[in-house]
């Protein structure tokens, strides 16, 4: 039987026409349940996503450019010949998608596959060949803003750079760990000797010096291709369902049946295990954030931009996995609770020649209970050489026990919650001033950043809503109460995002604080709906795993009318660190959503004055760090992972390659010598601590704590009742 089927989504989604789908309830073979999900997930997208874009030309055209770009985002595989082969595609996407068909997803797909065998055969015959290391030439290891090759001639050039460069790296990267460990052989510290334990050497060994460069090459190459040619047609077709979604917005996307594990982890591929959010860059597993609380987190040696380069099990051999699907690695990462893992590691501050080291860990799950507010005293003093306490809260996220609230318990857990009680604690202990550490905070429960914001202001609006239809709510502080009132600083960096955003710029627009960190924080201004297919199939008489989507909905604006989107919430005063020289951050993200404004809402200035006295603290922080020897030299090791990142091509000339990493490492390690441990009291137990940007935001406050002392005029609050339309 066939006949017209209307889906009406729950919250407020428009309603969707399916037509010409068997709703016999027989069980549908393959092909027809992959057209079904096609344009179910199809539909969903263009209806509801907030840019209220119809599929159209430029929407084919971005989903065509995409999954190339997914495929092959460093141009190795696809020329422009290839590319030409499916122009007659360019324009027709988006009719063809409407009607289930994705034909031309599995054709590329096999070319790529095509590519990937050939490129395999090319190194095995051209690896028997040898290479010459005296010749000069460079190879650049960034290929996404190169053009394509444009045939398969100029392909195989390619594809003979990068061959000689991975040979290359394998070299120079044994010559370098047998001078490493002739350093540490020879070292006195400790530290030097435990870097270089037996059992890292063991691991070192069976990677680095059992099979040759050639084997490792050739055995990487054909895990690539068993893996990619394994995949199923729903893991295909997801991969372009996802490209169509992020055509709309980068934070779009379809998670087919096997991947909803990891989405329903974080809504991202976080490792549940070590406790890391992990990214695919350049063919290396690059480490983009790690989860507060989790074993990684604890370990403290694996960083943002870091490089994972091979995965070994307690008693195994390790596993190579430059160019395996972040997917795959997170299958070798994941284990029991209390096993070990060890993680060979590119460290990412010193850049594409760094050294490879080893960091053991013990999984564990990583709980809630350790993601919680955390807070401790620290005692300072200002200029005037008279001691402060002040009390340091961080958040690692917004976090809310939604069940136990809707059950009516009294004690449910939330972040509010918990700051309420350190606020309280501070309070009693007559702290003289309050940071809030929001640094990584990726954001969380809506409601939390609202009540969080109600603790430091009377009442008032704290963010506004707009929907797709583009009519506004206005959020506003659900009670009347000051939980404290004292000068406040909110220590971010370009990872504080969407949540944490609402409530750095609700600080701000209140004159509430000062926001101290990185120039700007992540820039997420959207809202994300969460639709899970299958429970949608049975308006079609049907019941089958397929996948969820998930799309931006809705934006937020701060209470000025700024949205957060895209520019994030700009710090007052600027501090260096490495992740400000990042490419973190909404901006980076293709087809994100623009900046804009709409109105601002009435709200009730907090502090009128704070200008002058954050312009003063400004200056000073200027003028201590630029007689500061720690932070001159983390502006040195700045510099060079600035300069290391920024370069697009690297030698092929063996000699010179090696003279590049010695002066690299020369430069790094000088600088790593002038870098001290900073001493607090935290309590009565004296602290080590090398945290430099906590370090200066607690000199900073202790400056506003004086120049309010200073100020013996009445803060008066100001109303600000005028509306300017900025809406673009």
């Not at 005692?379 to 917004?398: A, H, Q, S, W, Y």
Request: with cysteine; proline share 3%; net charge neutral.
């Amino acid at each position: 039987m066939i006949r017209k089927t209307i889906i009406l989504i729950c919250g407020g989604l428009a309603a969707l026409t399916l037509t010409s789908v068997v709703c016999t309830g027989k069980e549908l073979p393959e092909g027809e349940r992959l057209t079904v999900i096609a344009r179910l997930a199809s539909r969903l997208i263009s209806k509801n996503h907030y840019r209220q874009q119809e599929m159209d030309n430029d929407i084919s055209e971005k989903l065509f450019n995409g999954y190339f770009k997914m495929l092959d985002p460093n141009n190795l595989y696809f020329t422009d010949d290839d590319v030409k082969k499916f122009e007659h595609y360019r324009h027709r996407l988006d009719d063809l998608i409407i009607l289930g068909k994705t034909d031309f997803a599995f054709e590329v797909y096999d070319l790529y596959l095509e590519r990937l065998d050939e490129y395999r055969q090319f190194a095995e015959e051209e690896l028997k060949k040898g290479f010459d290391f005296t010749r000069e030439e460079s190879f650049t290891v960034d290929r996404r803003e190169l053009p394509r090759s444009a045939n398969h001639k100029e392909l195989t050039q390619v594809w003979r750079r990068k061959l000689k460069n991975d040979l290359l790296y394998f070299r120079l990267m044994k010559k370098a760990m047998e001078a490493e460990q002739l350093e540490a052989t020879d070292a006195d510290d400790a530290t030097a000797k435990e870097n270089m334990s037996e059992e890292q050497q063991k691991i070192l060994h069976e990677l680095w010096y059992k099979r040759s460069p050639e084997e490792k090459i050739m055995r990487r190459l054909r895990d690539i291709h068993n893996e990619v040619s394994q995949k199923e047609k729903i893991d295909i077709m997801g991969l372009y369902l996802t490209c169509l979604a992020q055509a709309y917005g980068p934070h779009s996307g379809y998670f087919s049946p096997k991947d909803e594990e990891d989405f329903n982890i974080n809504m991202k591929l976080s490792l549940e295990g070590i406790g890391a959010v992990l990214t695919s860059d350049d063919g290396y597993t690059k480490v983009v954030k790690i989860m507060p609380g989790g074993p990684a987190a604890k370990d403290g040696r694996l960083k943002p931009e870091d490089r994972i380069i091979a995965v070994t099990e307690d008693g195994q051999e390790p596993v190579d996995i430059i160019d395996m699907s972040v997917s795959n690695v997170v299958k070798l990462i994941r284990g029991n609770e209390g096993s070990k893992v060890t993680l060979t590691v590119l460290p990412g501050s010193k850049g594409r020649n760094s050294v490879p080291v080893n960091l053991t860990l013990t999984r564990a799950k990583v709980e809630l209970k350790e993601s919680e507010a955390s807070g401790k005293v620290i005692e300072v003093k200002d200029e005037n050489d008279c001691p402060l306490k002040i009390g340091v809260i961080t958040l690692p996220r917004f976090y809310m026990d939604f069940d136990a609230a809707f059950r009516g318990e009294p004690d449910f857990k939330s972040s509010s919650r918990d700051t309420k009680k350190f606020l309280d604690e501070y309070t009693r202990q007559k702290v003289d001033g309050v940071i809030m550490d929001l640094r990584s905070n990726g954001g969380g429960s809506l409601v939390e950043a609202i009540n969080l914001t109600g603790l430091f202001i009377k009442q008032g609006p704290v963010v506004q809503v707009r929907q797709s239809n583009r009519k506004v709510a206005v959020k506003y502080d659900p009670d009347d109460n000051i939980h404290y009132r004292g000068p406040l600083l909110v220590l971010v960096n370009k990872l504080t995002s969407s949540a944490a955003e609402i409530f750095a710029g609700a600080v701000k627009d209140y004159n509430r604080g000062i926001i101290v960190g990185d120039s700007r924080t992540y820039g997420k201004g959207t809202v994300l709906d969460v639709i899970q297919l299958r429970r949608l199939l049975n308006y079609i008489n049907q019941d089958f795993p397929a996948g969820t989507v998930k799309l931006e909905s809705a934006m937020f604006y701060r209470v000025n009318g700024s949205s957060t989107q895209q520019l994030g919430v700009s710090s007052d005063i600027v501090i260096p660190s490495f992740t400000e020289h990042m490419e973190l951050g909404e901006l980076y993200n293709d087809n994100h959503l623009p900046w804009d404004a709409i109105d601002q809402v009435p709200r009730q200035i907090f502090n009128k004055k704070l200008a002058p006295i954050i312009e003063t603290a400004k200056q000073r922080s200027q003028v201590r760090l630029s007689s500061n020897d720690e932070f001159q030299a983390l502006k040195k090791n700045i510099q060079i992972f600035d300069k290391l990142k920024s370069r697009k091509k690297i030698s092929l000339h063996e000699e010179q390659r090696w003279k590049d990493y010695l002066n690299e490492k020369k430069l790094m390690d000088e600088a790593n010598k002038k870098l001290m441990v900073d001493r607090y009291v935290t309590g009565d137990e004296p602290q080590r601590d090398s945290d430099f940007l906590l370090n200066e935001a607690l000199h900073i406050i202790a400056d506003v704590i004086e120049l309010n002392k200073k100020d013996d005029s009445k803060k008066t609050p100001a109303v600000i009742l005028a509306k300017s339309k900025k809406t673009g």
